[in-house]
């Protein structure tokens, strides 16, 4: 054990390789050099060590030629020097021998080193061979680690910011696209479409000249690639300002799975206005054609999305009702709501039969959808049957039968009551309160208006609306008015109610010094079967 | 007057006779001088060689200066260094502080006679290094 307070004290060996490492004399390398030879052990560990943590191209492509060899822990070290590496790198990719280059080529995929990609480029670009193939498959691979490392969360940040190597990777692609002519590898233009993204000029100006060298292979590219990125780009093309054609017709006939798992993933913000419209111009979205397809082999998320996006679509009222017929009658429940939710906009006689299809459907969700429709398709009985919905069982089709009447509301009863007739009254008065749960205790409120008049008129309301009975503790607390034709009133509604309770009040009510008030008490406890003298009025 | 005077005599000869004046200087009066410069310049060119051959901070592609380099991270005294660098050479290294990193070069067998007989030395200079 180290005593408190000094050093530790440093293995030989170790203080050899820093020293070694650390070196200003450039003789320090081909020392450390001679050492790989050993091939193992830690004087071998501790060359590897010192060589990379120098800056000498020598030391690194000696170091390169033992790659294969190396153990993991070995390779680990190697790559904790990468960022002084890259020169070997280079020459060795570009002018080491097979072993050297297919070390490079491990190594740099091992440490997913982006700086070398250019360099890879380079040798992608090269006639067709075995390197120029191996330098493709790798520079895809490494564009998309870099699409995902630049797509994750990366909190909190560490190191370079991907974005600045995105923006370098992508001049050397864009350099490469520019000599496409000369090499003709497509998989380096579907590399520049991955990192590109929606807003790069060089992409859109591609994508907008039919007669650029690119296009046809861009649009290949665009219609065949199954790359997550290529497929990113194309739905966050479609919601950005003015998406090409090419991309609006790719969106529309691809069909693959891949994409339609994507496209469907993709977010439908009805507040962006630029994906509105693109969305509009197009005319026809292949896979939503397949309905059936839809309804067995995507989830009811996915089906419920294809809904969606028909809807936002351009595509004609035809092909969004026949959609949604076959999602109603064979779809998930997700799926069958969102299509009742879709035909709402669309009007005709086949979008009411839908909507009368979806009330027959036995889950609540999806007939509370349907209903939501009755009252503007102006469908022959939706009055009558939506005020029979009030009671259904199911909570989510009594409100949404509820949220259909909504007009029925105290609040409108209220401000038209006086215009209206005796009869109007009553019709209207029983469907508010069967329509606005709120009712009882709106009328409460308003029998204990300080303004008579306000009070007088609520036992109006409450009469014409036959919730009298419910208002039995108002009335009876009416008794106690101030104002004898409140009293009046109030003892006279109280024939209507059957509280025991009530009784009583209307025998004390009989004691009131208003002879109209003992009157009225009277009369409402004959109602009840009571008979009761007539008190005497006060003075 | 004047003219005819300075004519008859050398320029170089006035103040000859006045009485403070010494005797006249020539290039063999200066040897001594110019001794002491060489003598100042060769101290001054082997400070320098000596700092700049210590000077382990100096960028250079020196083998040997790695070696002292080496030995002074180990703390190597004339003795061992002197031992180690008879080693380096023996063993025909490329580089002479491969004998750092190279714990078989210390194996007594396989060296000259002239330094087997220094075994337990070359032993103790291993268990030094590794």
Redesign the interface.
Known sequence: MVPLGQPARVN??Q??ID??AK??????A???T??LALGSGP?FD??ITGLVARRNKAGHLAVLRHWDALSHTQKLLVEKGRHKMAGALREALLEGDDQLFASARDFVEASGDFDLIPTLVVVAEQPAGVRSQAALDLTGRLIDQLRTWIESDRTPAIGRDPETIRHCVLESLERSVERFAEHKRPELLEAFVVLAGPRNEALLRIMETPHHPCYASVVQTLTRSESVGVMQLLTRTLAGEDAPQVVRSDISKRADRPFVEALLAMAIDPTNGAQRRNLARIKTIACCEAAQTLCVEYSPEQQAAAMRLLAASGAADEQKLALAETLLKQGSLEGRVTACMAIQPVGGQRANKLVLLAMKDPVGAVQAAAIRQLRERRIPGAMTKLLELLDHSDPVVSAAARAALAEFSFDNYTSRFDVLEEDARRTMGVRVAKVDPTVATRLKQELAHPARRTRLRALEMGSAMSVLPQLADALIERLEDEDHLVRVAAAEAMQYCTADDVRAALLTAIGDKSVAVQTAAKGSLRAFGVEAPLAEAAP | MIASLTSRLPLAEIGDDFPTSGPRLNWSDLWAWGVAAIVAALLAAIVVQLRKRNDMDERCDNPWKLFRELCRVHNLDGASQRLLAQVARARSFSQPAQVFLTPAAFEIASLPPSLRNRGDQLLRLRGQLF
């Open positions: 030989p060996l203080r050899t020293a070694l070196s200003h004399n450039e003789a320090a081909p020392t450390l001679a050492a004087v501790g060359a």
